[in-house]
């Protein structure tokens, strides 16, 4: 089984950023397989945050997210990056790394399509 190693989850306060960094523990799954976010704040079902294609020619983003994250991936090392910028309160959540196989802009966002999960990693945003 494929892991996601997570990373740069933290503490900030409103208006901070943060990046998160997601790794396969396989190496050789990184360039066939979609990368993504989702987020479960407290009391919410888990929702799509963001996500870029196995090319990475196709990016996603959440309505509430757009113009504030940026997701990108880097193949020299392996790593899909969520870049947060101007967060806010409502942006607390903890945040999971997703992959999906042969993933596409039109199934970033389904859940049910994703093959390898993260653990989590939390996103705390102080007013």
């Known amino acids: 089984q494929v892991l996601l190693q997570e990373s740069g989850g933290g503490l900030v306060q409103a208006g901070g950023s943060l990046r998160l960094g997601c790794t396969p523990s396989?190496?050789?799954?990184?360039?066939?397989?979609?990368m993504a976010w989702f987020r479960q704040g407290p009391g919410k079902e888990r929702e799509f945050v963001a996500g870029?294609?196995?090319?990475?020619?196709?990016?996603a983003y959440s309505d509430f997210v757009r113009g504030r994250f940026t997701i990108s991936r880097d193949s020299a090392n392996n790593t899909a990056y969520m870049e947060m910028n101007d967060l806010e309160p409502a942006d607390t959540a903890v945040y999971y790394c997703?992959?999906?196989?042969?993933?596409?802009?039109?199934?970033?966002?389904?859940?049910?399509?994703?093959?390898?999960w993260g653990q989590g990693t939390q996103v705390t945003v102080s007013s």
């Open positions: 396989d190496a050789r799954a990184f360039p066939t397989h979609s």
């Open positions: 870029i294609s196995w090319i990475g020619d196709e990016t």
């Open positions: 997703a992959a999906t196989k042969w993933g596409r802009k039109n199934t970033l966002a389904q859940i049910s399509a994703v093959n390898y």
